[in-house]
């Protein structure tokens, strides 16, 4: 049996294919490549980010190849004990292997942008990978197999088109990929682009609805990650960690301002289910189920062993490395100290953390997660803050209700994934609004509201903000607006926790740290703050 899925931990742009064994029949190889050309040209029909013509070309020579090797399985019929062309159909399996992984990355959902971006990268290896095919096929004994001359002409017409075939990035790719930074540049000087430009951007690419640019920046958001854990390590990946983080600025960008109405009402019901679903299976988890029994901390690399119980990788090596063949947790004697990824429970595990700020420990050292750090380019910097600019807006304009609750829906979004995005929407004066909207009679508006300004109040100044502090010739003091009404208490207080707000209340008005603006110079709590205080407590 040959292996010839992708595993779905696969590293973009590698090819882990695996070697036909020397003993097996030439049957079950010819079977197994047919059924590689067969999977190749399925691709036939699909998008490609970057490399179109060259694709399809290679895509054509691989389709006149499958016939080959259909009409060399008629001939060869039953195995034989000995044939000549294995090696060079071995190589060609291998081939095929690489090449099915490059397809399904260049036309992967979510890699779009960054397969763009790495046309030049792209180019180079369906090169090799082309010229390999004309060498193995060139050095496939065709005389031993007897073949009709039409399939003999096949053959050499494949051989001929393989080295003549000159793979180099499309003219077309070049155009966008300077579109791109032209964008990207903009960015950096915070103006504004060209909204045209954008959309012939993700046109060319096939990002075309809000769900798509979420599947990108999924897709950059995991591979930033890796990029940043290597980067001290390596300097050179310096330029290519700033690449990925103005292209997620990029595609933030573009979520936010060009494609948040494009397709949105086909789209934002599936994708909130979604989101319900992963914060309901997180709340439903127990910290405790995320413990290694070893090392009783958040695992980092959870693996699993033979009985089906699952440790982190370092605790189950150590405890192996003492000479134990047992499980720590049921005591059975182990046959095999063979260890294997938990992929489900590494995902569950991140996502917790992400929810829940919490900030791993590896190898004894806190490490910095990629929401609490800012971006590593100015480009990806100044889309923050246009977002920022642009969402605060659609909150101040006389817009439709639909209109606000997009904005909202982003700013809540934002608020939960990073401190440079809740620095930058305070910055904005997103705060004033995301208040007054306290008061809107839409269920969806208030609630998107609260949880903005609640992930907001992580923010020193947002915090202040949301208390009331600072602004008095605004005519809004926050949650504390008109205090000395309702007996002390704010009508928009009583508002907020009405409407399931208590949460918010609670964090702002009841912690004691929330700030220097509301007390006296002796260090008092203001009458109309305690007034609060104790309402809240008493509710």
């Known amino acids: 049996m040959i292996h010839t899925k992708t595993g779905s931990n696969r590293r ?56 080959v090797l259909e009409e060399i399985r008629i001939r060869v019929g039953s195995p034989r004990r000995y044939f000549p062309g294995v090696s060079s159909l071995s190589e060609i399996h291998v081939i095929f292997q690489k090449l099915k992984f490059l397809l399904e990355d260049c036309t992967r959902d979510g890699a779009r942008l960054c397969m763009l971006m790495s046309s030049d990268q792209v180019s180079d290896h369906l090169r090799i990978l082309t010229l390999s095919i004309s060498t193995s096929l060139s050095a496939f004994p065709v005389s031993f197999v007897d073949l009709p001359s039409e399939v003999n002409e096949v053959i050499g017409l494949v051989v001929q088109q393989a080295r003549e075939h000159v793979v180099r990035p499309d003219s077309d790719d070049k155009k966008v990929i300077a579109s791109v930074n032209g964008v990207l540049a903009l960015f950096e000087n915070r103006v504004i682009p060209d909204p045209d430009e954008i959309n012939r951007i993700l046109d060319h690419v096939g990002v075309r609805t809000w769900g798509d640019c979420v599947k990108e920046i999924n897709f950059l958001g995991e591979i930033d990650a890796e990029r940043l854990e290597n980067k001290k390590k390596n300097n050179n990946s310096n330029a290519r960690v700033e690449l990925l983080s103005s292209l997620m600025g990029f595609i933030c960008y573009c979520r936010c301002v060009i494609l948040n109405k494009r397709d949105h009402h086909h789209h934002h019901h599936r994708d909130e289910s979604e989101l319900r679903v992963h914060e309901d299976l997180i709340r439903g988890i127990k910290v405790e189920d995320l413990l290694c029994p070893i090392s009783l901390e958040i695992m980092t690399d959870p693996v699993v062993i033979e009985t089906g119980h699952t440790y982190d990788r370092s605790s189950i090596t150590k405890w192996f490395g003492s000479g134990n063949i047992t499980c720590p947790k049921t005591g059975k004697i182990l046959t095999s100290t063979e260890l294997v990824d938990n992929v489900s429970v590494s995902h569950v595990i991140q996502k917790h953390c992400r929810a829940n700020g919490v900030v791993l420990e590896i190898n004894g050292r806190k490490r910095k997660g990629h929401r609490d750090v800012a971006p590593d380019s100015l480009a990806a910097k100044g889309a923050g803050r246009l977002i920022a600019r642009f969402l605060t807006s659609e909150l101040l304009t006389n817009g439709d209700e639909e209109t606000v609750y997009r904005a909202l829906r982003e700013i809540r979004v934002l608020t939960k994934t990073g401190s440079f995005n809740r620095s930058c929407l305070v910055e904005a004066g997103c705060v004033s609004p995301l208040l007054n909207l306290l008061t809107s009679e839409d269920s969806r508006i208030q609630e998107s509201a609260m949880a903005g300004l609640l992930n907001l109040s992580k923010h020193v100044a947002g915090k202040g903000e949301i208390a009331g502090e600072g602004k008095p010739e605004e005519n809004s003091r926050g949650l504390l607006g008109d205090a000395g009404e309702a007996g002390g208490v704010s009508r928009r207080t009583i508002g907020v926790i009405r409407r399931g707000g208590l949460k918010l209340a609670v964090k702002i008005l009841s912690s004691s740290e929330v700030s220097p603006g509301t007390r006296r110079g002796t260090g008092s709590v203001e009458p109309s703050f305690q007034r609060e205080r104790q309402f809240i407590h008493a509710w």
């Open 12 to 67: 973009i742009l590698t090819f882990p294919a695996v070697q036909p064994c020397k003993s097996i029949s030439v049957t079950t190889l010819l079977d197994s490549l047919i059924q590689l050309a067969g999977d190749i040209l399925t691709f036939k029909q699909k998008h490609f980010s970057t490399n179109k013509r060259s694709f399809q070309k290679t895509i054509r020579q691989i389709q006149n190849l499958s016939i």
